[in-house]
């Protein structure tokens, strides 16, 4: 994803980005057409390697296999230890944005900086416990900062609500960013995350404890618009 359709996606507002983490995976292409019908316009995919997390997802082989099934693009959420190990296989399995962990790596602007190279957007996540003074001159070179509302490695968590402070923050200190918010996002959370600034909301369990994604994706919108929810 180069900067203009970065831009554009920002521009085009608010955006709910399904996490395929809790999908029907034998089913995977229904499900991606399914999501499409609902108008996801970007798929979140949740790569973790049992090392930085304590759980094990999936790696290149499925996002080569989504990328041959749909245009949409995909967001890879690497939750790995070693990020440029695998960012360029990422890549030509048809990645389109990496957001690495900024607690994974020692130098976040040289790791953005190869990452960028490889002609991908680049986010930068940081888990709840982790100090924000971590992203102090790590964001050069970094399209989206991808702010954690629950800890890396399992979906159906708890939203945490420090995630707002930290939106709230990184919005005040960097209008042009795009900031986005994964986690425990559900039609209670969506709300507060967007008044606090956030573009792009990963949402997983809201999304596929629903029969109808449309449904659940109509919710979420309305209840963004709304702002329903407790700050
Ligand atoms: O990165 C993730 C977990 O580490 C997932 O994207 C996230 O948990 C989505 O699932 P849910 O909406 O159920 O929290
Ligand atoms: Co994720």
Redesign the pocket.
């Known amino acids: 994803m180069n900067r203009a359709e970065l831009d554009s996606i920002r521009q085009a507002g608010p955006a709910i980005l399904p996490?395929l983490?809790q999908c029907d995976f034998g089913n995977l292409q229904s499900e991606v057409e399914r999501l499409s019908q609902a108008g996801t316009s970007v798929l979140?995919l949740?790569v973790m390697d049992g090392h930085f997390v304590p759980n094990l997802t999936y790696g290149m082989p499925i996002v080569a296999g989504l990328r041959r099934h749909t245009s949409l693009p995909l967001d890879v959420?690497l939750m790995i230890s070693d990020p440029l190990a695998y960012a360029k296989a990422m890549v030509d399995a048809g990645a389109d944005m990496l957001t690495f962990h900024v607690e994974a790596v020692d130098d976040a602007v040289d790791v953005a900086g190869q990452i960028r190279d490889l002609g991908v957007g680049v986010g930068l996540a940081i888990n709840p416990d982790t100090p924000m003074s971590q992203l102090d001159g790590a964001l050069d070179g970094v399209d989206m900062v991808l702010v954690m509302s629950v800890q890396?490695g399992f979906g159906g968590q708890s939203f945490n609500p420090v995630a707002l402070d930290r939106i709230r923050d990184l919005r005040a200190r960097f209008p042009d960013l795009l900031l986005e918010i994964?986690g425990g996002i559900n039609a209670s959370t969506i709300g507060p995350a967007r008044q606090a600034g956030c573009d792009l909301f990963?949402v997983g369990s809201a999304i596929f404890s629903s029969d109808d994604y449309g449904v659940a994706i109509a919710g979420l919108n309305d209840a963004m618009a709304s702002n329903q929810g407790a700050k």
């Open positions: 996490s983490l979140h949740d959420h890396a994964d990963v």
